[in-house]
């Protein structure tokens, strides 16, 4: 019976009180979801941890960490050896299982959680005896009970006796789906996909909207975007993205109102057409990858201007971050490389040169209604293509 499998710590889920059903269950899901191009296993639960078990025998483990440490919800993990419960074979299978450990640790220590009340040997006991053939195999390793270098743990539990030394962190948050379902606007660049992230690390499901201008902006631009969405989707899961045609409604800017306001109302129009296809799919929140005074069009005026006509929250994560607190999580997640490749956004096509950081709301508004810019965003909606992005 001897196998390996993973133990998972939840998360802050832990503490959900009625909901945690619920958001055990949406974690479960994720987990076999993630797992899926890995291989079949089982997920069950017991107190604050979950099994994951291999169904199959050729599993590739350290390829399933790999993926685990991007589900959000799980606080740490640990792989485990499953042995039976009898203390010989505890003994043999800790020495076998502990040569990639412990040869490189200097002192350890042993510790024995007994589940099942039915075995016979007490904790201190199993310590001791596991303590005493440990030592023997590892004759170089000291005790040190306060401040081990690693810690062996033994959890004889009503399915068999459990041996794990290395607790490794998960990716912590939320479980995606148990928050809801938001939109975020997807540019190119380093921030938007970060902000994606830290979103769906609380819990929500992802669409994306990515506005495009060509033949300003080109192919290339939009393939790095969708390339960044897969990127985000190892921790968001299936990212559905809406892709809008945007280049008549910024050449009626350009055409139609002053220079100094063309982002601002770019921004607006933006902010509109993001607001109803995410009513037309049930979305309750808009996300964008903003950041207080990084550029002109981020100052409190600009934001005002722009969640003027924002009727669903919108959620800014980078707001209080700087620059490079940004870029570390970008690395972090791997969205960086691609977000640095020097394609146009549709964004840096009509940049004023000396945009308004202090907009005059009224001016903005009169600005804007001076072109009927109605019939261009039905157009741009119909447009739309969608297409579901998913990280394997
Ligand atoms: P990013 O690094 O995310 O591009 P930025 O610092 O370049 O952000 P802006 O270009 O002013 O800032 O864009 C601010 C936010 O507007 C972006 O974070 C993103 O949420 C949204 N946005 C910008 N361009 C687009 C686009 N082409 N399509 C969709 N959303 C966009
Ligand atoms: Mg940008």
Request: proline share 5%.
């Amino acid at each position: 019976m001897k196998k390996e499998v993973i133990m998972i710590k939840l998360g802050e889920i832990a503490l959900k009180g009625l909901n945690r059903k619920t958001f055990e269950d949406t974690l479960v899901k994720n987990i076999k979801w993630r797992l899926r191009g890995v291989g079949k296993f089982s997920v069950t639960r017991a107190q604050s941890t979950m099994y994951i078990e291999p169904k199959e025998d050729d599993i590739d483990f350290e390829e399933a960490v790999e993926h685990l440490q991007k589900v959000f919800g799980i606080a740490a993990f640990t792989r485990a050896l499953v042995t039976e419960k009898e203390l010989s074979c505890i003994q043999k299978d800790a020495v076998e299982y502990m040569k990639d450990v412990l040869p490189y640790a200097k002192t350890f220590k042993v510790t024995a959680k007994r589940a099942d009340k039915k075995f016979p040997l007490t904790s201190p006991q199993i310590q001791q005896e596991l303590g005493g053939v440990l030592l023997e195999a590892y004759p170089h390793l000291k005790v040190d009970v306060h401040h081990p270098e690693v810690t062996v743990t033994i959890e004889v539990r009503d399915f068999g006796a459990y041996i794990h030394a290395k607790q490794l962190p998960g990716a912590g948050g939320m479980p995606v789906g148990s928050s809801g379902k938001a939109m975020v606007l997807i540019s190119g660049g380093i921030d938007s996909p970060v902000a994606a992230y830290m979103m769906a690390k609380r819990g929500l499901i992802l669409h994306a909207i990515h506005f495009v201008s060509p033949p300003y902006t080109s192919d290339r631009a939009q393939q790095k975007v969708e390339d960044l969405c897969e990127i985000v989707s190892q921790y968001a899961g299936k990212i559905t993205f809406h892709c809008v045609p945007f280049t008549k409604i910024q050449e009626a800017i350009k055409l139609h109102c002053p220079e100094e306001f063309f982002t601002i109302i770019m921004r607006r129009l933006m902010m509109e057409i993001a607001i109803r296809v995410s009513e037309e799919n049930d979305l309750k929140a808009l996300i964008t990858g903003e950041s207080l005074a990084q550029v002109a069009s981020q100052t409190i005026g600009a934001i005002a201007a722009t969640d003027e006509v924002c009727t669903m929250p919108v959620f800014r994560p980078l707001i209080g971050m700087d620059k490079n607190e940004i870029i570390e999580i970008a690395r972090k997640i791997g969205t960086f490389e691609t977000s640095i490749l020097p394609f146009e956004d549709c964004c840096t096509v009509f940049t004023p040169k000396h945009p308004k950081t202090r907009p005059n709301l009224e001016q903005v508004r009169a600005s804007q209604a001076a072109f009927d810019f109605a019939p261009l965003i039905e157009e741009a909606i119909q447009g739309i293509e969608v297409k579901t992005i998913a990280a394997l």
